[in-house]
């Protein structure tokens, strides 16, 4: 299996699940106690899915310790994939709000974008340590 093939099926499966919260319902009830770590947990596995097709994009198979350039540039990238995300997702709320909210495709605060955003590089972390 190439790593491309990998990193595909990564964000399928990322995809999956959040449609499967939604209609398990995961997410209302982790809503309803005011702590939603599944979505967090999702924004990670993406925020490693970004740092490998980085790594895949500029030929990289591993962070070589000695290059830190590569790993602040693939940070860079989950940085900037992360935060277009989040403006296409807000994009999206305030075009289609109730496709949004039936999908559950929306940062309801800046705070949550934020989140969103910083779990994501949290991915690229692991990411940098899973590769060395």
Not at 13 to 28: E, K, P, S, T
Not at 32 to 50: A, E, M
Not at 93 to 119: C, M, V
């Amino acid at each position: 299996m190439t790593p491309l093939t990998k990193i595909v099926i990564l964000f399928a499966v990322v995809v999956c699940l959040h449609f499967l919260a939604n209609i398990l319902g995961i997410y209302d009830e982790q809503i309803k106690s005011g702590f939603v770590w599944f979505d967090d947990v999702l924004h990670i596995l993406v925020g490693i899915g970004f740092g490998l097709l980085w790594l895949w994009m500029v030929g990289e198979e591993k962070i070589i310790s000695s290059n830190i350039y590569v790993a602040i540039r693939m940070m860079i990238f989950v940085f900037i994939m992360a935060l277009t995300w989040e403006i296409l997702e807000f994009g999206f709320f305030k075009l289609f709000t109730s496709h949004a909210n039936a999908l559950k495709l929306y940062s309801p605060s800046i705070q949550e974008a934020l989140t969103d955003i910083f779990s994501n590089i949290i991915g690229g972390f692991v990411v940098i340590f899973w590769k060395k």
